[in-house]
């Protein structure tokens, strides 16, 4: 047997390293185990073991590649890889160069996503008390969005129907592919620098959760928990979740409903403004007719008052007093009226004309005042002498007292 | 803007609507605060009917008319 050759270390790490590294097999290996160990390097290099419950294997995935892992890889997680196995000759380790990192099972996407939404949910990204209250009132709203599609359109022509008066400021994005996450971003970025818009919603139509994967980006989940503007996202259907969903200040079910959000109904307000409308007419009948009624009692009083009232009763009084004296001054004058006819009678009964009927004379001076007397008699006085059918005149002769 | 301003007078005329509404008021401050009122449901009114949202486009961070047709 001939004398080995006697080899340098490097002589056999390189040997090893050539003899591993063209070997077909380990150049496209696809392996699966756990993560663990998982270390980013500064230089943005990712190294990390994979392990089974009996072994582990060291791994590195350069800058490169590292960048194109869509989701957190962390400690235990499942992940399958593809890459190859290389020697690192200073140390002679062995480690697999992966070229790319998919999590385990069917649900890759999902795993990842799930990894992703626990690990920021760790960090309190969805807490409540980070949530931002939309504004009472929203003038204008910013969209990120796709400008083509249907999501968009019905955005707008909801937000007009419900508003017209709301302004809308697109921000034309990708919202998927590769560049989606980092168009969503700058759309954010650019209205907070703006701060024209009271609110950002950032949203896509329904698709495959790959279609939706931009809104899963850890990137575009931190820019949405930084925004100082409300943020409401609005990614695909009902039933689809993204992390972007958990970290924006509201989830919207669908673009449409982030569009109900935001856009109040003006029906409301015309609603409102003919209620206090209404709430101000009402109020003032109401007091124009207690006005009314003070009114009305007012002149009601003013004319209990009223001097006429006054003046009636006197009338009134003056009525029965003048009637009352009317009266008594009949009774009187047919009580006189009969005394005189008695007297009339009673006179009568002593006419002296009567006495002349008798055949009597009587005597007056030439005055007519009767002479009843001599003594009262001169001779050549002239007397007149009153017969019942006629007077004489005759003059005094000779007076013989008795 | 619009809505802000048309919101600020919402609140003024439920404002006028509450006084109104009290007890005791002074008729001829009441039909000042009614007249008021009015007018500012017609100004509303008005606002309601004309005013006409703009839609824009933010781009190299400036807002843009949106020219031409969404689809």
Sequence with gaps: MKNPRILSVTEVNQF?????????????????????????????????????????????????AAMGIKFVPKEGLKVTLRGSLGVYPPSGQYQITVRSMEPQGQGDLYQAYLALKGDLEKKGYFDPEHKKKLPVTISRVGIVTSPTGAAVEDMISIIKRRNPMMDIVLYPSLVQGEAAAANIIAGIKAFNALKTVDVIIIGRGGGSIEDLWAFNDENLARIIFESELPIVSAVGHEIDFTIAD???????PTPSGAAELVAEETRNLIQSLDQVKNRMIQAMKIQINQNREVLFRLNKDLLRFHPRQRIDEIRISLDVVQEKMLRSMKVMIKDNRQQLKHLEARLDAVNPTNVLKRGYVLVTDGKGIP???????????SLSLRFKDGLVSVRIESIKEN | MAVKKLKAKLSRLEEIALILEGENQEIEASIKLFEEGMKLVKECTGDLDSLEGKILVLIDGEEKDFEGRIS
């Design chain 1, 371 to 381: 002479i009843g007397t001599v003594k009262d008699l001169a001779p050549d006085q």
């Design chain 1, 246 to 252: 958990f970290v924006a200040d509201l989830r919207a």
């Design chain 1, 16 to 64: 090893l390293k050539t003899l591993l590294e063209s070997n077909s097999l380990l150049k496209n290996l696809v392996i699966q185990g756990e993560l663990s160990n998982v270390k980013r390097a500064a230089s943005g290099h990712l190294y990390f073991s994979l392990k089974d419950p009996a072994s582990k294997i060291d791994c590195v995935m350069f800058k490169n």
